[in-house]
């Protein structure tokens, strides 16, 4: 499982570098659910059945890396929830989300949504009005042409 979480964060670096079109999504909730089932194999290994299965450590880590990447907490705890239907993982999920979001916004990242909209030049400021769309120089010349 290591091994395979390696290759595809190798893999999907590579492919985004490139120009290629390719999402970031998908990586994403693999890596998170590979981390999450190796650290649950990891306990179950070491403590035994009391700490639950490795698959919910899965979800777990899909839903934490999701949206530490997005930086939307509660979008990435419903999906992952939608998707097991297990009611006793939403506690585990909305800690994880809201632990993730804040750790990724802490170190100064921008969500990849973010990222790509600045790349392009475009970006927005933060207003007491709400958010206002603002425009690179190049890419409004751009546009004009």
């Given at each position: ?99 993730s979001t804040s750790v990724s916004r802490r170190l100064g990242s921008e969500s990849v949504y ?32």
């Open positions: 499982m290591l091994l395979l979480i390696v290759a595809k964060c190798f893999a999907t670096t590579a492919s985004v570098s490139s120009g290629s079109p390719g999402g970031v999504f998908t990586p994403t909730l693999l890596l998170g659910g590979g981390l999450g089932f190796a650290v649950g194999a990891a306990l179950h290994a070491v403590f035994g059945a009391g700490v639950g299965s490795p698959g919910g450590y899965a979800l777990v880590g899909m839903a934490a890396t999701t949206a530490a990447s997005i930086h939307a907490p509660l979008t990435a705890a419903v999906m992952i929830f939608e998707l097991s239907g297990d009611y006793p993982i939403v506690l585990p999920l909305l800690v994880a989300t809201v632990v973010e990222s790509e909209l600045r790349r392009r030049g475009l970006g927005w400021d933060l207003t007491l009005e709400g958010r206002r769309m603002k425009v690179s120089p190049r890419t409004a010349s751009t546009a004009d042409e």
